[in-house]
């Protein structure tokens, strides 16, 4: 018997980057995303003699995930599982595959367990293996803040459409994974605690953007987010340079189109792939502007989607 699960990717437009120095994941400033539709982790769960973890066809000794499981079983009976996941994306290049991944994953155990979470609590066992996993749990517009670092719903994704592109500029796996590279900022960017006490008034600023549906606002809040986490990231030491050529030129693509006028605005997370957010009536001319630079690969489309959901459930298993 098994449970499947499926989750989507969320990407943030105001920026979680860096934890606080405590047990629990707890991110260090809030954060506010979009969960995406198109891109998606199915990922099914069945009782076994010992853990392990199936992704994209192989099995995977993911420390990550082991971890994960073990703070979970401090808190809730779950016995010892085979976890079979799939990416229809890149996993591991900045398209927040641990964050649908986790999702997927707390969705499956909950449900297959019968632990009988809120969608709250979920968030919180999805925020403990990835804190963006968190935000993955709902759909649309999402907020993640303390002082309880659950994720809540703000706006959900039929209220306000938005066309998201991504431009994948290069294939792979990141060399210093989010965890690691917010650890080093955390301890060694000279601008760390200005990020920290910046992030509130960024937050309120963005949630009231998103309520009033205010999309210049909103791209004025994100890009600035993005850039401010961005120079965070080459202030740290050794500095964490997720961009590429290709990443920089699609960015001053974007640039060009806004000051052109185009209701569109671009964010990059911990990778180089460079994601565009634009109202739908602009989504073509987005689409073809990133098609024109040399070195996009493939251009990836989503709308905005739905929370973490179960495919085919069999609660109260274990
Ligand atoms: C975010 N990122 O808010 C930020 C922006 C990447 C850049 O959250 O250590 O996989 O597992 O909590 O959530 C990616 O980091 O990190 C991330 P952990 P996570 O989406």
Request: aromatic residues 6%; proline residues 6%; contains cysteine.
């Amino acid at each position: 018997m098994q449970t499947t699960a499926v989750a989507h990717p969320n990407i943030a437009l105001l920026k979680y980057w860096g934890k606080q120095d405590a047990p629990g994941n707890l991110p260090a400033t809030p954060s506010l995303s979009i969960t995406l539709d198109s891109l998606t982790t199915t990922t099914t769960v069945a009782e076994a003699d010992f853990d392990q973890f199936r992704l994209n066809g192989q099995v995977v000794a993911d420390a990550k995930v082991l971890r994960t499981l073990a703070s979970w079983r401090r808190h809730h009976p779950i016995p010892p599982l085979t976890i079979t996941s799939h990416n229809n994306f890149p996993t591991a290049a900045g398209l927040a595959s641990s964050a649908s991944g986790f999702a997927a994953l707390a969705t499956a155990v909950d449900a297959h367990c019968g632990l009988d979470l809120t969608q709250v609590e979920r968030s919180e066992l999805a925020r403990r293996g990835s804190a963006s996993a968190a935000r993955s749990i709902h759909g649309g517009f999402v907020i993640l803040r303390g002082p309880d670092w659950q994720a809540q719903p703000l706006l959900p994704e039929a209220a306000w459409p938005l066309q998201v592109f991504v431009a994948i500029t290069a294939a792979g796996p990141k060399a210093v994974s989010s965890t690691a590279g917010m650890e080093r900022s955390r301890t060694s960017s000279p601008y760390f605690d200005a990020w920290v006490a910046s992030a509130e008034v960024d937050f309120a600023a963005m949630r009231q953007a998103v309520c009033a549906r205010d999309f210049n606002a909103l791209a004025d809040l994100a890009e600035a987010s993005c850039l401010k986490m961005h120079a965070l990231m080459l202030s740290s030491h050794p500095p964490l340079l997720y961009w590429n050529g290709v990443t920089v030129e699609c960015l001053q693509v974007i640039r060009a189109l806004r000051e052109d006028g185009c209701q569109v605005f671009a964010t990059v997370d911990a990778g180089p792939q460079v994601k565009a957010v634009c109202k739908l009536d602009e989504a073509k001319r987005v689409e073809g502007a990133l098609g024109q630079v040399a070195g996009v690969g493939r251009i990836l489309r989503a709308g905005l989607g739905p929370g973490a959901a179960l495919r085919q459930g069999r609660p109260r298993s274990c």
